[in-house]
């Protein structure tokens, strides 16, 4: 349709993405043939049909198995540089990616070993297919603060090439106030802050992440919906929700692509942005996302001009490149 082409060819900006959700089975199967690492899966076919999921924590926890195949540097290189060219493709022109090092030093991957390998395909991404970037160092909030704190001590090295933080894993029972104190400190390092709220918690977390952890945008947002108050002060701040259609779909936090809230959010006057989250579990990259919508909402093209500009607006751009950029 002439809205889907310009949804695809129009340059846009990712915001939420998992850079090892973006392992999608094949990588999988050659990283664990090349590290001797044995899957609980034949092929790639079983694996794919694993993914079937009633819940976020369903979802996590192949999410976190399927790391296990991330070794070498030059793993985590591979795995940046086939979503990059997902980004390609698809015209992502800029992208801000999480990575979860606390997953991978529980597995004795050295901090160093995954900032290199990720930073260096970041680097070439811009130099050989002009995408630019920031990187996000996403702690997980199933685990401690003491081990939030300890993360940040192996970053220090690495700050000046890290531009913030975020907070994502099991959302229930994990509230943002845990984490006060260690974003607290990351805010006077300098570094931006989000956090994945109210994709399955309350209303109350998204509240929360706003005023506890001071977050300068938020990671899907769609329980905010509920809370009339909180939906007119997020408007009214034009704070950016960084919302997955395809994930929300997948996790069942929308039982019916039909009844995606992204309009309704949009006709509040939130500053949403579209974004594929786990693009390798959950079916597909940005321009499958915008597809979803398109296919299933009576969106405008006026609509997904709208989006799109968004995802530049929300970005951690400085204003020069957020004004060239579309
Ligand atoms: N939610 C929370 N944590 C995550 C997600 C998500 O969608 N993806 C990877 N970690
Ligand atoms: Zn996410």
Redesign the pocket.
Known sequence: SPIQTLAEQLPKAELHM?L??SLEPELMFALARRNNVTLPYQDEAELRQAYQFAN?QE??DL?YAGMSVLLTEQDFYDLTWAYLEHCKRDNVTHTEV?F?PQAHVERNIPFEVQFNGIYRALCDGQNKLGISFRLIL?FLRHLSEESAFETLELALPYLERIDGVGL????KGHPPEKFERIFRRCRELGLRVTA?AG?EGPPEYVWQAIDGLQIDRI??GNRALEDADLTAMIAERGLTLTV?PL?NYR?CVVDDMKKHPLLRMLDKGLHVTVNS??PAYFGGYVNDNFRAIIDNLPITAEQVYRLARNSFEGSWLDDDAKRNAL
């Open positions: 998992h090892e959700g976020l979802f996590l999410y999480f979860d996403s994502d894993s099991s959302e994945h994709e990671d899907h997955c994930s996790l989250d786990d």
